[in-house]
């Protein structure tokens, strides 16, 4: 007879199996994740920069001076 597996989740960062409603299983894995969102946030408003500055030459090369 199979056990009934009580509702668990998972850790975002490791998989290890952690109490249901939790996304962490450790404060390490926590900062683990903190920091990838903040190099992803970087990383979006560097894509934002390089496209402000395609249209800024863009525009320069639209009206000569
Ligand atoms: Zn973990």
Do not use: D
């Amino acid at each position: 007879m199979a056990v009934p597996i009580p509702q668990h989740s998972h850790c975002i960062i490791c998989g290890k199996a952690i109490p249901y409603g939790e996304k962490f299983c450790s404060e390490k894995c926590k900062k683990e994740y903190e920091n990838m969102v903040k190099k992803r946030k970087i990383y979006i408003y560097l894509m934002y920069l390089a496209l402000a500055i395609l249209v800024i030459m863009m525009f320069m090369n639209y009206f000569p001076h």
